[in-house]
């Protein structure tokens, strides 16, 4: 399918990282969600665009500080199942982490780069009732 994808069609992928947040463990790590909405679509010779259903492997990075205005190191960079619509991805790395995002590097043929990655924030408090 990734070679259909890639040579014998015109894909596009639409990802975007729509929130990012990190909470401390009791085991001192930290973990991220990171909310991401995808989709995919193919665009036929005259240019029509038609969805398709997505069920890839992509890229998901959570990165510590950046000191040159680029992505940090990364904590975690692995490739995991993205289908089509809104979903949740939790991860758990050992360092502070400050961004995280989809398709960090760029791989895919994404639309609009700008909205891969999000800056962590703490993740509310829910107050608890006794």
């Known amino acids: 399918m990734f070679i259909t994808d890639l040579f014998e069609t ?11 947040t990190v909470e ?3 085991d001192g790590k ?3 969600t990171l909310d991401v909405q995808a989709r995919k679509v193919r ?10 259903p997505m069920n890839d492997l992509v890229e998901i ?12 190191e990364p904590l975690y960079l692995e490739r995991q199942r993205v289908v089509s619509g809104k979903q949740t991805i939790r991860v758990v790395v050992s360092q502070v982490p400050v961004r995280a995002g989809i398709d960090p590097y760029d791989k895919t043929l ?8 999000r800056d ?9 009732v006794p």
């Open 10 to 20: 015109v894909t596009l992928w639409e990802v975007k990282a729509t929130g990012a």
């Open 24 to 26: 401390r463990t009791a």
């Open 30 to 32: 930290y973990q991220v």
């Open 43 to 52: 665009a036929d010779r005259a240019g029509k665009q038609t969805e398709i």
């Open 61 to 72: 990075g959570v990165f510590s500080e950046s000191k040159n205005g680029v992505l940090g």
């Open 110 to 117: 994404d639309r609009e780069r700008g909205d891969n990655m």
């Open 120 to 128: 962590l924030r703490p993740a509310p408090i829910v107050a608890r």
